[in-house]
């Protein structure tokens, strides 16, 4: 079987599909021949991203989800499966980052962070675990980040969510055996809105210098495509890409 004959007619659940690295993802994906389901809070970008999809001859759907709330998430894949009778990939893609030094005292922030981002992806998980292990197959793709591997000044609250999405991910990854994949996906720079998010200014004014650097979002989705294509003996544990000139 060829790589994209892998990836032809399995059901792809993403969360944070409404933009960036999402958005991109489902319409690779799509266009390799998976079904997409996306899940977001914008209703209006799902529905122009799903269109886009159908009219390019690809199969998608769409639910509005709010991943910090456990019952939307589980509403979100079981609705997944009754549109296509099973899921194989279930992407936690959604996340914030608003970056700011510890001094600056933004909790509220860091609680968004902490429930999008680690809260988000346990939902995902415990939506998703019981089908795929009713099925005997599945894969979770997670969206770590390279600052979950690399702490960098006003990064420690997003830095920590995303090295516990990689401690998250290799548990699951030990516990689950042989039937189900586990993917970490760390990206650095890559261009989204992520950046214009950060409320704090001269934080914001320092990480504009990682936009000017930023990678495309279809590069994370050809890796993650990547992930999802090889074959079923094959867990592609994690994979760390940046803009080739980002140091760190």
Do not use: C
Not at 2 to 10: L, N, S, Y
Request: glycine residues 10%; aromatic residues 4%; without cysteine.
């Amino acid at each position: 079987m060829t790589e994209a004959g892998r990836i032809e007619g399995k059901v792809v659940v993403i969360t944070g599909g409404s933009s960036g690295l999402g958005e991109a993802t489902a319409r690779l994906l799509a266009e390799r021949g998976a079904k997409v389901f996306l899940g977001a809070r914008r209703e209006g970008n799902l529905k122009e991203i799903v269109s886009g999809i159908k009219e390019d001859g690809g199969q998608a759907a769409y639910r509005v989800v709010d991943v910090t709330e456990r019952e939307a998430v589980q509403g979100f894949v079981d609705a997944a499966v009754a549109e296509y009778g099973r899921i194989d990939v279930l992407i936690n893609n959604a996340g914030l980052m608003p970056l700011s030094p510890m001094e600056a005292l933004k909790v509220d922030e860091w609680d968004t962070m902490v429930d999008v981002n680690i809260k988000g992806v346990l939902y995902g998980i415990a939506a998703a675990l019981p089908k795929m292990q009713e099925q005997h197959e599945g894969q979770f793709i997670n969206l770590s980040s390279v600052a979950g591997h690399v702490v960098f000044p006003n990064s420690a609250v997003y830095s920590g969510t995303k090295y516990a999405v990689w401690a998250i991910s290799e548990g699951l990854r030990q516990e689950v055996g042989d039937e189900i994949r586990v993917t970490t996906i760390s990206p650095g720079a890559v261009q989204s809105e992520l950046l214009t998010k950060i409320t704090h200014e001269e934080t914001a004014e320092g990480a504009s210098a990682l936009g000017d650097l930023a990678i495309d979002p279809s590069s994370v989705a050809r890796a993650i495509a990547y992930a999802i294509e090889q074959p079923a003996d094959v867990d592609t544990n994690e994979i760390i890409l940046r803009p080739t000139a980002q140091a760190l």
